[in-house]
């Protein structure tokens, strides 16, 4: 990455450049080659900003842009011989950008295109013009050959520059967060977009899908499908995803469709039953007109990944830092009690150790069952019930109580960030009522069909009880839950012991009843 010090630099030798061409044009008044300059300025005025504005992707490359300059060189020296003094600044350019190999290239590319053009267009190079571009050549290999020294130890890596990139992005982000009239939310702008689509197409039911890993995720529905219809739907929007984009983005089976909005997003459907199927749909016109909703969709997509990056480092982060400070520290008190306990002062000390010794023991698995929490998270290849299993299956092999967990959920996956405060909750509601509710027993059910989910934790102990001072668990599952749009409800039981359960369900109508559990486990 090029630092600040050699965008400057390189800034100052295509300022100077241009007053060193530009002085000469002027006052000879050499009207043709002003036409030159101000093709040569605007390209330089072009990477200068792009560099300015941090948006490199839209920079001509080096060797792009020494192509440029050699061509805007060859048609330009036969009426100004001072704009040959271009031919210093790319190489530098090369340099700054990307070290000396692409500095040499640059020299090839920009000598040749000059050289070559200048034969193909004036048919012939003087001996003076050849010393100008041999001379100005040069001292381009020499000025970026000095100058590399300096960029070199610009290009050292600074562990600070990825946190100065983001204060810089993120400052960009909260200034344009006033102009987001229909926020950053995935469902709501899907939702969106499904309704654009709804009124060009008549159809049954739309889905769309985002892609998670190699697999689709319904984000939002217009209505709840059969789960044939679904299936269909899921099946013809992978065989648009999977293809690749630009070699098939739509397609079109029976009465059933899918299409391409943008890379991120698939839309599929069943038209009505009655239409015919005979008849092409539009699909790549509506792809088209769907241009700006698929540009909402896919920042919201990008702010929800920049999100959930952000949230695991942070776990991960606080989690090594309870395990290797504030555990290490406690365990070395259990130490030092124990070597207290060995030679105690009477019956009263021995007993106030050992009563001391065992708090110590139940801090210390209180803080080691928080950093398992912390650093468990979902991947690509563990479902939620599976991450909500395997968290059931470590509290109860260290607490004793027996956790059932029965698992309802198809193939089709919740959005990454759904899923992972889904878990989060669900995580608190079991830590909970081992912890405070003195419960023998707890029931956990993870129904999921996507884009919809509901988990249901159950326990038989004392039931919700007067919050205490230092429990916040309610109000973050309860913060979890508005994040994403979820219900969750906290009730006593009617025998004993409570219930919490937390949904998900999309902006139409319900799902509908639910199959018999496909899987069961004990924990």
């Known amino acids: ?8 630099v390189v800034g100052a030798a295509r300022f100077f450049a241009l007053l060193a061409i530009g002085g000469p044009i002027l006052w000879f008044h050499q009207e043709e080659g002003l036409f030159a300059l101000l093709a040569l300025s605007f390209v330089w005025i072009f990477q200068g900003v792009t560099a300015t504005r941090r948006e490199l992707r ?36 090369a ?38 571009i041999f001379t100005w050549v040069m001292a381009g290999l020499g000025l970026s050959l000095i100058a590399s020294v300096t960029f070199s130890s610009d290009r050292l890596p600074d562990p600070l520059a990825p946190y100065r990139d983001a204060q810089e992005h ?51 529905s217009t209505l709840d499908l059969e789960q044939a219809d679904a299936a269909a739907c899921e099946t013809l929007a992978g065989d648009v995803h999977l293809s690749g984009q630009g070699r ?40 088209h007109d769907l241009a700006d909703n698929a540009v909402k969709v896919d920042a919201a997509l990008l702010f929800a990944q920049f999100r959930d990056a952000a949230t695991a480092d942070e776990r991960n982060r606080l989690a090594r830092e309870m395990h290797d400070g504030v555990a ?25 150790l050992i009563m001391l010794r065992d708090r110590v023991s139940k801090v210390v698995a209180e803080v080691r069952q928080s950093v398992m929490n912390l650093r468990t998270s979902i991947g690509e290849a563990e479902s939620l019930g599976a991450a909500i299993s395997n968290v059931a299956r470590h509290l109860s092999e260290s607490s004793g109580i027996p956790i059932r967990v029965r698992l309802d959920e198809q193939p089709a996956r919740l ?33 999921v069909y996507a884009p919809d989910a509901i988990i249901t934790i159950t326990d038989d102990g004392v039931g919700l009880q007067s919050a205490r001072s230092d429990s916040h668990g309610l109000k973050i599952m309860r913060e979890r839950a508005r994040l994403i749009g979820a219900e969750l409800v906290v009730r006593d039981n009617a025998s004993r012991g409570l219930t919490v359960s937390v949904s998900v369900k999309t902006q139409r109508s319900s799902v509908g009843s639910s199959p018999t559990p496909t899987s069961t486990e004990e924990m």
């Open 415 to 447: 959005r990454p960030e759904v899923e992972a405060e889904l878990f989060r909750i669900a995580q608190e509601a079991m830590n909970n009522a081992v912890k405070h509710a003195r419960a023998t027993a707890i029931d956990v059910r993870c129904q």
């Open 248 to 287: 098939q983005d739509h397609v079109e089976i029976g009465q059933g469709f899918a299409f391409r909005v943008s890379e991120q997003v698939v839309v599929a459907g069943l038209r009505p039953a009655s239409s015919d199927t005979d008849l092409p749909l539009p699909l790549e016109t509506i792809a």
């Open 58 to 93: 839209l920079s001509l490359s080096p060797a792009t842009e020494a192509a440029t300059v050699g061509v805007i060189c060859a048609l330009g020296m036969e009426s100004a011989p001072s704009i040959l003094a271009a031919l210093v600044v790319p190489p530098l350019y």
């Open 95 to 132: 340099t700054a950008n990307a070290g000396p190999r692409t500095m040499a290239r640059a020299v090839i590319v920009e000598s040749i295109t000059v050289v070559a053009l200048a034969l193909m267009w004036w048919e012939r190079i003087t001996s003076e013009q050849a010393v100008s």
């Open 1 to 8: 990455m090029v630092s600040s010090q050699s965008y400057a």
């Open 170 to 220: 993120l400052r960009q982000l909260l200034a344009l967060a006033g102009d987001l009239s229909s926020g950053l939310d995935v469902a709501a702008l899907g939702g969106e977009l499904l309704s654009v689509v709804s009124d060009q197409i008549p159809n049954r039911g739309l889905v769309l899908y985002v892609p998670r890993g190699d697999s689709l995720t319904p984000v939002a």
């Open 328 to 352: 290490q520290d406690i365990a070395s008190l259990g130490y030092i009690i124990d070597a207290l306990a060995a030679r105690p002062a009477d019956d009263a000390q021995e007993k106030a």
